[in-house]
């Protein structure tokens, strides 16, 4: 069995259902992450980029999981185009 085909666990589960509720809670988002998943706010964006990417994924929450795709998407995009920007700027 893949990786890919292996079901998501529960750690798994507990990331996206935090990101679809992290927003109701008083505390840091990022406190809120070292304490609830032991691990940097680094480690934890690495994790959850691997989760989303997993096809079970959207069984979990589908609307979570296409929102967090799309910000990732636009993050990408968003660097990408500042690096082309500032490189065409620097050859005028």
Partial sequence: MTESEEPLG??????????AHWFTFDEDRH???????ACSVEDYN????RVIDHPGALAIDPLVVRRLR????????????GTASANQGGHA
């Fill in 10 to 19: 529960e750690r798994a589960r507990a990331m996206i259902e935090f990101e």
């Fill in 31 to 37: 406190d809120t992450i070292r304490a609830r998943f």
């Fill in 46 to 49: 690495l994790e959850l980029n």
């Fill in 70 to 81: 799309r910000l990732r998407e636009r993050r990408r995009r968003a660097r990408i185009d």
